[in-house]
């Protein structure tokens, strides 16, 4: 039976226009998203692959592409102290700022959750450090974290305690810098949990009220298990952009990279000093993969405890679920 049988015209019967509306109802779809792939080819893709080229090459920044050295730009990176202390640089800044940078956000999108007067204007009002410019936010707080004329300073001249030096030593240093980037992300973050309570159904607040559960029972039992989805990705933005810190800490002492004593340098600071002082373009690359790999590798861990933590809701499921379905079953 043939489709001009069954009412439908055969494709050699179709018109010019009727084809091209065909065509265009096909294969327009992917001409719609064709430029995305073809920027981030160019700009994401083509890059990568580059850099990967590079890293295996006696690369000069001004001689150019040398010999074939394999993975001895890896060796040595992996092989320099310097590598490993911008490691624990890195990863205590992180920690300093993305726990509390959590924390805080979390603690204002509740707030900010409730039933209060000029919701709007709070909510525009914590989201200006972000618009700030990352230029802007370093020369406030170096005034704040001035060691002998900032208002921290005031403060431990009033109580006879010796001023802090925040730019000379390693932990004041990493709270300095810490402070700026929680200070800049933490609204940002805060607006995403919003968003996700915001959805949160209200009759499920009300159940639980009206079965007795005071607010911060509320919170730990429907508001923290219903925006976990939003929680976890703040995590893991949080986690990548911590890994890959620059601004901050090169603003804060912009005539070194990372302290005199590289007491904060961090990975990206290590990768700038390679490409540019030192002009060897092969070892930059090769550590800006290694940077990539640990972020992936974060990313999977990240991943795994989001899959355990579904598990885990799961199970309790279907252990409640069974007896249902022995009782049936004896009925």
């Known amino acids: 039976m043939t489709s001009s049988t069954l009412g439908r015209p055969a494709r050699s019967d179709l018109t010019f226009r009727q084809k091209v509306s065909r065509f265009d109802y096909a294969f327009s779809p992917f001409l719609y998203v064709a430029p995305f792939f073809i920027l981030f080819a160019a700009i994401g893709v083509f890059p990568i692959v580059y850099t990967m080229n590079v890293s295996l090459y006696d690369w000069h920044l001004l001689k150019g592409q040398g010999d074939f050295v394999g993975l001895e ?110 200070w800049r992300w933490t609204g940002y973050n805060a607006l995403l949990l919003l968003a996700a309570m915001q959805a949160v159904p209200r009759d499920v607040y009300e159940s639980a009220a009206i079965d007795g559960a005071n607010k911060l029972r509320r919170f730990w039992s429907i508001t923290i298990p219903m925006i976990r989805p ?39 600071l290590y990768l700038y000093e390679l490409a540019f002082p030192r002009r060897d373009f092969g070892q930059a690359s090769a550590t800006a993969w290694i940077l990539f790999l640990i972020i992936v590798l974060v990313g999977l861990i990240s991943f795994a405890i989001t899959r355990a933590i579904r598990t885990a809701d799961v199970k309790p499921a279907r252990s409640s679920a069974a007896p249902v379905g022995a009782q049936q079953g004896e009925s």
């Open 73 to 182: 730009n890896y060796v040595s990176v992996l092989s320099d102290p310097f590598f490993w202390n911008a490691f624990g640089n890195t990863v205590s800044i992180f920690l300093l700022s993305a726990i509390p940078q959590l924390v805080i956000a979390t603690g204002i999108a509740a707030l900010l959750d409730q039933a209060i007067r000029g919701k709007t204007f709070w909510r525009m009002s914590i989201l200006l450090p972000y618009i700030v410019a990352p230029v802007a936010v370093t020369v406030i707080f170096l005034q704040i974290f001035n060691q002998y004329r900032g208002p921290i300073a005031g403060l431990l001249e009033l109580f006879g305690l010796d001023p802090i030096r925040w730019a000379f030593d390693v932990l004041p240093s990493h709270i300095a810098i810490a402070s700026m980037v929680n």
């Open 230 to 268: 939003t929680l976890i990705f703040v995590v893991i933005t949080a986690t990548i952009g911590g890994l890959q810190i620059f601004t901050e800490p090169k603003l804060f002492d912009s005539r070194t990279n990372g302290g005199g004593d590289r007491q904060f340098q961090t990975i990206v």
